[in-house]
């Protein structure tokens, strides 16, 4: 048989395989959800459209926000999950439904302390800064601090409860029928097709960023951004959720982030940003109040001229940094400048030596700014480091609507039974633009929703 993409069809008289539970993407939410199945007792099937799982989740710096965990405690740090219900409120102007995001708060910790208890993974929480949005120093990550060792932690896991995971098939076909889901179809890197039915299906397949018509049809705004999300993420689950009747909402919200090193395109984390440094445009001036977030960074970045900026820190601030992988790799590749003296540092840039000067002068240490901003009372030393910097887009944050256990929800408010979304599949706690977005709410969502899936299913 052929299979068009992100078509529905009624179901095949007989399939090539039947498994359970069927996962639909082997990212972090994909593979939460088959541990949290099989721990169920469930027989799973992950598929994979990449070679290797990987996805949203080994780009980011796989930091997942949770209130209350062992980790928190050891640290000192006391935190709730009303707290962090409220910071996911504040940040997206009331405009997520409070249910979704209590259900987020209160089950994020169990999740870290399952992850952690049960599966060896060692989570610990960055403490020394904070993330824009948060009250509590809640971002919980692997040592290195990047997406790729949550996947290949999480991989490890699944592999060792046993739980297949087969690459390279992409899901092209629901078929649907009767008001329930009874399987798919996958196309094979050689053009074949197999059919697979299952009994349960969780879509863990991420959002649309990889959709240039979708993107452009609802979040015109960075239509123009860098895309650094993964390449698969095409939009199966909207696609499919216009033809079965599900309900979804906030299809214009978006993670975006405005410190990517440009050319290099190599995330530099936001704490270069939230211990001290600024951003300049190519005139060597601020132009906007970073603290908001690196979310809405990326439009800020997008409007200046060229669509790039300068993200300007010091030593001290770099030492920080260093925990990150990716702003190792940076470092390794020349991205980021480093000199003695600002003048010294403009010339690496190619910015005004002047105008630098004077921006960073005039920085009001221990006081707030004309933009807003708060900074704390230490400034800026030598030696001084910078990188050029661009806007980009890093995921869609709308998508189908979900019950309290994960369950995708009809346009008339029903529930299709055996259908489950999690991650960027699902509608996310960001609000419905891009400033809505808390640190790690892609992340968040994923753990949660991936977790709930699974033992749902």
């Not at 403490?127 to 997406?147: A, E, I, K, V």
Request: charged share 20%.
């Amino acid at each position: 048989m052929t299979a068009r993409t992100s078509e529905v069809a009624a179901p095949p008289a007989a399939f090539d395989l039947e498994v359970e539970t069927l996962i639909i993407g082997a990212g972090a939410c994909g593979l939460i959800a088959a541990l949290s199945a099989r721990e169920a007792g469930q027989d799973v099937l992950v598929i994979e459209a990449d070679a290797v799982p990987s996805g949203s989740t080994a780009l980011s710096a796989g930091l997942i926000p949770a209130a209350g965990t062992r980790q928190q405690r050891e640290a000192g740090i006391v935190d709730s999950a009303a707290c962090f219900a409220a910071d996911i409120q504040a940040k997206a102007h009331d405009e997520n439904e409070q249910r979704l995001v209590d259900l987020m708060a209160r089950n994020a910790a169990p999740v870290i302390d399952w992850l952690t208890e049960t599966h060896g993974l060692p989570f610990s929480v960055v403490d020394d800064f904070d993330y824009p949005g948060h009250t509590n120093r809640r971002m919980h990550g692997l040592p290195t601090r990047s997406g790729a060792e949550l996947v290949d932690a999480l991989r490890s896991a699944a592999e060792r409860m046993g739980i297949d995971i087969i690459c390279e098939r992409r899901a092209q076909t629901l078929f649907f029928a009767d008001g329930k889901v009874h399987g798919i179809a996958a196309r094979r890197p050689d053009g074949g097709v197999e059919t697979i039915g299952c009994a349960r299906l969780i879509l863990a397949c991420n959002g649309f960023g990889g959709n240039r018509a979708l993107v452009d049809r609802h979040m015109p705004e960075i239509a123009e951004g860098l895309w650094f999300g993964h390449d698969g993420n095409r939009g199966e689950a909207v696609l499919w959720a216009d033809q079965i009747g599900a309900q979804t909402t906030h299809l214009g919200a978006f993670q975006g982030h405005g410190n990517v090193a440009h050319p290099h395109g190599i995330l530099i984390t936001w704490a270069t940003i939230t211990a001290g440094g600024v951003q300049v445009n190519r005139d060597g001036q601020r132009f906007w109040n970073e603290a908001q977030g690196y979310s809405e960074a990326a439009r800020a970045v997008l409007a200046q001229p060229g669509a790039e900026a300068f993200v300007i820190f010091d030593a001290r601030i770099a030492a920080i940094a260093r925990q990150f992988e990716d702003f190792k790799r940076a470092e390794a590749q020349g991205a980021v400048k480093s000199a003695d003296t600002l003048e010294a540092l403009a010339l690496a840039l190619d910015l005004p030596p002047d105008r630098l000067s004077a921006t960073i002068a005039a920085i009001p240490h221990g006081g707030t700014d004309s933009f807003g901003r708060r900074f704390g009372p230490d400034g800026l030393r030598p030696p001084y480091c910078g990188v050029r910097v661009t806007g980009a887009l890093f995921h869609t944050q709308g998508g189908l609507c979900v019950d309290d256990s994960a369950r995708v929800m009809t346009q008339d408010g029903q529930i299709i039974a055996n259908l489950f979304a999690g991650g960027g599949a699902a509608c996310g706690v960001s609000g419905s633009g891009d400033s809505g977005y808390l640190s790690g709410n892609g992340l968040l969502t994923a753990a949660v929703l991936g977790r709930i899936a699974g033992q749902g299913a």
